[in-house]
């Protein structure tokens, strides 16, 4: 730790003791002291009492949002898409009661969703080619449902292509 680093937690740490006795009792108290943009002078002084994330909280109250861009916001986010991500393809899930077991089920339900409805386009779109087949064989057809017929296979068929199930 650098000597202007460690003097100013010396004082920090004196501070601190002199600001909690004009506190409340149930109040906590915590320092931090940073340079933006680095971390070569990162320091965080919580009192014995306090809990980071009632820290948290009152800087939210108090302007700190989720739209400003920090790290700690972007690993979150990263974590939650991995999530999504895993679930989606049933790997890879959290440890038991773990927060981002919420969306690794989101992402695996998702899936899942995706893959009845790819199987009931499938479906719908060989069922319409029978259909029209019979009633080609048959002789009697109206061209113009032919035509849409063949309209909307190539819209099923399209969508279909862009999925590998």
Request: aromatic share 6%; with cysteine; proline share 5%.
């Amino acid at each position: 730790m650098s000597e202007e680093k460690n003097a100013f937690r010396e004082a920090a740490i004196e501070a601190i003791s002199d600001m909690a006795q004009h506190l409340p009792l149930d109040c906590e108290l915590l320092v931090v002291a940073c340079r933006p943009g680095k971390k070569d002078f990162d320091l965080v002084l919580p009192s014995p009492e306090s809990n980071l994330n009632n820290a948290l909280d009152a800087l939210r109250r108090n302007g700190l949002t989720i739209d400003g861009d920090n790290a700690y916001k972007r690993d979150l986010c990263d974590a939650i898409v991995g999530a999504l991500a895993m679930g989606a393809q049933d790997t890879n899930p959290p440890p038991a009661d773990h927060w981002g077991q919420r969306f690794w089920d989101i992402g695996r339900e998702e899936r899942q969703l995706h893959e009845e409805l790819v199987a009931a386009l499938k479906l719908t779109r060989e069922n319409l080619r029978a259909c029209q087949a019979t009633i080609h064989l048959c002789g009697g057809f109206d061209p113009a449902y032919v035509n849409d017929a063949q309209a909307a296979m190539k819209v099923a068929d399209e969508a279909l292509a862009k999925f590998s199930i």
